[in-house]
């Protein structure tokens, strides 16, 4: 059984960086054909997919974000990591970390982490 929970501060301040992490249990980053995913979904939205990274990885970005999202991961402790930055107001949502098959149908989630954008 794969597990993910994500971990970072839930307050961050407009223009500031935010930073997640996703720390994944039962299962590698590494696994061929399996795609790691951050998501998140504001107040009354619905899901937005921000950003993946494959097993071998390769990145794939929203072009609506992409300018201010990166992605990166430690395969020696098994976790990709999150950084959207100069953030504002509008990027505070319940962020989630999620797994991907070979065919991007999410398999597995994260319980989701509030990240606030307040000064």
């Known amino acids: 059984q794969v597990q993910l929970q994500e971990s970072g501060p839930g307050l961050v301040k407009p223009s500031q960086t935010l930073s997640l992490t996703c720390t994944v249990s039962?299962?590698?980053?590494?696994?061929?054909?399996?795609?790691w995913s951050w998501i998140r979904q504001s107040p009354g939205k619905g899901l937005e997919w921000i950003v993946s990274?494959?097993?071998?990885?390769?990145?794939y970005y929203n072009p609506s974000l992409k300018s201010h999202t990166s992605i990166s991961r430690d395969t020696s402790k098994n976790q990709f990591s999150l950084q959207l930055s100069s953030v504002t107001p509008e990027d505070t949502a319940v962020y989630y970390c999620?797994?991907?098959?070979?065919?991007?149908?999410?398999?597995?989630w994260g319980q989701g982490t509030q990240v606030t954008v307040s000064s």
């Open positions: 039962g299962g590698s980053i590494t696994t061929s054909y399996r795609y």
């Open positions: 999620a797994r991907d098959r070979g065919d991007w149908v999410t398999d597995y």
């Open positions: 990274i494959g097993d071998d990885g390769n990145t």
